[in-house]
C-alpha cells in the first residue's frame, strides 16, 4: 500500500458523523479515541455502529482504544466495549486490542470480569507495548 493511500485510509471518512469518536491509523495500529464523555444504553448502539462503519475498508493489524475523555459508562457500555473489542480480535486475526485510560474504574473492570484486557495511562506506552510484542519484534 502506497503511502498515499495510508493517508486517505487514516482521515475520518466525511460521512461519519464527529462527535462520538476520532480515529487514526499509526504504525498499522487504530487509535480509536473515544470523544463523548458519556457511553450509555442511549448512545452505545449508535458508538457501535458507526465504528463498524468506518473500520471496514481500513487496514491495521492491532487497535488501540483511548478512553481517557470518557467521564461515564453504564453497564450497557461495558458490556459493549467487551463486545467490539472481541469483534476486533477475530477480525484483525490476531491482532491485540488495549484501552488507554487513566481512570482506575477499568482496572476494577478487568478484575471483576475476569477479562484480559491490557490498560495503559498513554497511546504512547500503548504503542510501545504492541511493538514490542508484535511477531516481528519478537524474531529480533
Excluded: C, W
Aim: hydrophobic share 35%.
Amino acid at each position: 500500500m502506497d503511502d498515499k493511500t495510508h493517508e486517505r485510509r487514516s482521515k475520518p471518512r466525511p460521512d461519519m458523523p464527529s462527535g462520538i469518536f476520532r480515529y487514526e491509523v499509526r504504525e498499522r495500529t487504530l487509535v480509536l479515541t473515544i470523544s463523548t464523555e458519556t457511553v450509555d444504553i442511549y448512545n452505545v448502539g449508535t458508538l457501535l455502529e458507526r465504528t463498524d462503519k468506518a473500520f471496514v475498508e481500513l487496514d491495521f493489524d492491532s487497535v488501540i482504544i483511548d478512553v481517557t475523555g470518557l467521564k461515564r459508562m453504564d453497564n450497557s457500555a461495558a458490556g459493549a466495549l467487551m463486545v467490539a473489542m472481541d469483534r476486533m480480535k477475530k477480525r484483525r486475526s490476531g491482532g491485540a486490542v488495549v484501552v488507554v485510560t487513566d481512570n482506575p474504574a477499568y482496572y476494577k473492570l478487568k478484575h471483576l470480569y475476569q477479562y484480559p484486557l491490557d490498560l495503559f495511562p498513554t497511546v504512547d506506552e500503548a504503542m510501545a507495548f504492541l511493538r514490542d510484542s508484535s511477531p516481528s519484534a519478537k524474531n529480533e
